[in-house]
């Protein structure tokens, strides 16, 4: 095989602001692969906030990348040569093979994409971890109710575009927050919610007020920091709040002190953080019905496409700067 393996490997672990210079790029040769493994060639990486917090040694709730070790990430793509007799070459499939063009592997983790209706690159968004997450964390955690009302941060991304438009489907008013005038023009005309809040307009309070005339049900939150804090001001008694993210705290050195959570206690206000491999039991369901939705036309996704692993920590950083604009991959081929 003439082709090179390409890697990204993390070079130093970050303080602050993820920059260039904490990855490292690397031209190795093909992998070869033993009785059992199989060799894939993968289409797209996916990028998403969480690898922020693998790219540190804080204690969380996945173990770091090690310094000098390919980047993890998700991955799909195509059996380029196999010695195992569940794989055959062709075969498309969905793993965790990282940031790089080849990875080996013994089976464990990778599920084959028998389903050719929905592009392969949706197996990493919508039809995949960041669709499960929108979907355990609103229905199981913020469990809404047809009309109450729903808000969700980062609304124009991975999540949050999914969680927005479920809770239409479930009947809720859907209101989004998101950062510019594009990303809300998106979330209200494309992805079909209610209202969106432009929390880059300097206008947070008065227009969430404006776009919440009977106050907030379901926070979905996916960014922590200034706009939680005001969201809470505006939260409805049993109101419920699925801790998704924190984005706006990944990468400061100086965590955002939060002065509202009185409201926790007076509106008796329901807050859980969950992780979405803790839900693995609801995968099936979820994506049985975001597939359903999907090929109905009633579930909308967009993508922002980087071409070429070698721009991947360049794309990385716009993610955690709102450069992305829907779910945010890396074109491969
Ligand atoms: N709990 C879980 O299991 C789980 C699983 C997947 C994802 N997540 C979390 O869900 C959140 C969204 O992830 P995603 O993959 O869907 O990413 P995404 O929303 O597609 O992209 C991240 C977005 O975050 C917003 N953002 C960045 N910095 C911000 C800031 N300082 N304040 C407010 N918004 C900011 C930007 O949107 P704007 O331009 O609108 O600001 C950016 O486009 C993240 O916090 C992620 O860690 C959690």
Redesign the pocket.
Known sequence: MPEKNIQVLLAQRPMGMVKKNHFRIVHTPVPDIADGQFLVRNHYLSL???MRGRMSAAKSYAQSVEIGDVMVGGTVGEVAASKHPGFKTGDAVLGALGWQLYGVSDGGGIAKIEDDRIPLSAYLGVMG??GV?AYVGLLDIGRPKAGETVVV????????SVVGQIAKLKGCRAVGI???PD?CRHVREELGLDACVD?KADRLWEDLVHATPAGIDIYFD??G?P?FDRVLNRMNPFGRIPV?????QYNTLKPYGVRNLRNVLIQRLKMQG????DHAGRRTDALADIGRWLLEGRLKYRESITQGLENAPAAFIG????K?F???LVKLI
């Open positions: 998403d906030p969480y971890m960041p997450t941060s980062a609304a124009s991304g991975a999540v949050g998101a950062g510019g990303k929390y996916n960014v920091g706009i998704c993210g924190m984005i706006s969950f992780i979405v491999s993610l955690m700067t709102g992305n829907g779910k945010q």
